[in-house]
């Protein structure tokens, strides 16, 4: 017979991996789950996160928020640094003072993508633009201020919302017969729903003893490229709609508006294996359920929204 629940505060809740672990977690027997989005809790803000956890005193906080978007990040680097590398440290500093053990998202944008073989967590991080150095900087903040704490790097994030690249591809698809997809840059997409089972298992293991504390890559099986992963959804998504896209065109990275993007962003997945026995899920699977999700059992379509929000940028 189990004691009292094991309480997880989640922020970010409303994001990509913050909305796919609130959903799992909340049907996990012996967790209670409290999630709160960025307009309830703006990480920015150490007193809101003094409150919040003084009022909740949680088990263990989940960190899901972040400003997410890359090439917002570029134009908003005061506002991106503030979230993902002070929030990060106002978080770990109320955590330390609480010995409330926190896990934290980061991401492959650490790394310059120039090695080709992937990157373990023992590789030395060089990030490309603002996004890569403002979560870099989170990482480090939190090293420094929560010893217990699980950072967890992933890489290709995409769900059923929000803007990321499986609901942009939808769209475009929908209104363009010729799709342009870059075929020189490496990666392995990873399901924000597999994130979350990454998280339970991670939190399942401390809550049963494990001491296992620090930085850990994980990410879907199966490297592929931009333009492989573009064929795969639009394959995936033909069985349910017919689509305007005809034609998906390879480019090189050099022909992409935006920021720079590691041109290999493959994480090697061995650490989190040999630790806590996570296995890598290949992201094929639930891209086929992630779609069967969107269309639905009547083969309609889900609309997602064309202009990116303050609130999706910021993964509430």
């Known amino acids: 017979m189990y004691g009292d629940p094991v309480k997880v505060?989640?922020?970010?809740?409303?994001?990509?991996?913050?909305?796919?672990?609130?959903r799992l977690a909340s049907d996990a027997e012996n967790f209670e789950?409290?999630?709160?989005?960025?307009?309830?809790?703006?990480?920015?803000?150490?007193?809101?996160?003094?409150?919040?956890l003084a009022e909740e005193l949680p088990h263990y906080v989940v960190n899901c928020a972040g400003f997410n978007s890359v090439d917002a990040a570029e134009a908003n680097s005061a506002l991106a640094m503030s979230v993902n590398a002070d929030g990060a440290d106002n978080l770990a500093k109320a955590c330390a003072e609480l010995s409330i053990p926190l896990l934290h998202i980061s991401s492959d944008y650490i790394f310059d993508g120039h090695y080709d073989s992937g990157y373990t967590e023992k590789d030395e991080p060089a990030p490309l633009g603002v996004f890569g150095r403002s979560k870099l900087m989170g990482?480090?903040?939190?090293?420094?201020?929560?010893?217990?704490?699980?950072?967890?790097?992933?890489?290709?994030l995409f769900s059923e919302t929000g803007r990321n690249y499986l609901t942009r591809v939808l769209e475009q698809a929908r209104e363009h017969k010729v799709l342009r997809a870059v075929d020189d840059r490496r990666g392995c997409p990873t399901s924000s729903m597999d994130v979350a089972r990454v998280l339970m298992a991670i939190l399942q293991q401390l809550e049963?003893?494990?001491?296992?504390?620090g930085t850990y890559h994980y990410s879907g099986a199966e490297i592929t490229t931009r333009y492989g992963f573009t064929e795969a959804i639009i394959a995936a998504a033909s069985q349910y709609e017919e689509l305007a896209v005809?034609?998906?065109?390879?480019?090189?990275?050099?022909e992409?508006?935006?920021?720079?993007?590691?041109?290999?962003?493959?994480?090697?997945c061995t650490h989190i294996l040999n630790t806590f026995g996570i296995r890598q899920?290949?992201?094929?699977?639930?891209?086929?359920r992630l779609i069967r999700e969107i269309y639905g059992q009547d083969g309609s379509k889900v609309v997602q929204p064309t202009v990116e929000t303050r609130a999706e940028a910021m993964g509430s």
């Open 139 to 156: 990482e480090r903040h939190i090293r420094q201020q929560q010893p217990r704490h699980i950072i967890l790097r992933v890489s290709w």
């Open 256 to 268: 992409e508006t935006g920021a720079e993007r590691p041109t290999s962003a493959v994480l090697k």
């Open 33 to 52: 789950v409290v999630g709160y989005n960025h307009r309830q809790l703006d990480i920015a803000d150490p007193a809101q996160i003094e409150r919040r």
């Open 246 to 254: 005809r034609k998906i065109q390879p480019i090189p990275s050099n």
């Open 281 to 288: 899920r290949p992201w094929r699977v639930d891209l086929q």
């Open 208 to 213: 049963a003893g494990a001491e296992a504390w």
């Open 9 to 22: 505060l989640v922020t970010g809740a409303e994001g990509q991996i913050g909305r796919a672990f609130v």
